[in-house]
């Protein structure tokens, strides 16, 4: 199971990297191999502000659907194209830490990041 060292993570299975002003917000590669093959990914809160564990999109995987929640607040700034309605969802699946991110979010707390898991305490979350 892939877990990068410079990701924080929620026990939600959402991965945050930081660059800046603002955050890049996936799903794990654990996530993305439970859920299996990815076949949409169907985010509508661009320009939103939410709250941390709040809903700001879904993956539709073959035999299931799951909502993707934010591990720190914030407001959407821009939904991965490569990803979205005309895009590959399978980008998700094959490559869910680089170009298959989902959002990108300008943080409204960043001391929220410290309430997030690194990756030993995330690696044994999931047992890996």
Do not use: C
């Not at 830490?97 to 999931?126: C, F, Q, R, S």
């Amino acid at each position: 199971m892939n877990i990068p060292e410079n990701l924080k993570y929620s026990s939600d299975h959402e991965w945050i990297r930081v660059e800046g002003e603002v955050a890049y917000v996936g799903i794990t590669d654990f996530a993305q191999h439970e859920l299996g093959d990815i076949v949409f990914v169907d985010i509508t809160t661009e320009g939103e502000t939410l709250e941390k564990g709040e809903v700001f999109g879904s993956i539709e995987a073959v035999k299931t659907v799951s909502d993707v929640l934010l591990p720190v607040g914030g407001e959407i700034l821009e939904v991965n194209a490569a990803v979205g309605d005309n895009g590959e969802a399978s980008l998700v699946n094959n490559d869910p830490y680089g170009e298959g991110w989902l959002v990108k979010i300008k943080m409204t707390d960043p001391a929220e990041l410290d309430e997030l898991l690194d990756a030993a305490a995330y690696h044994n979350l999931i047992g890996a």
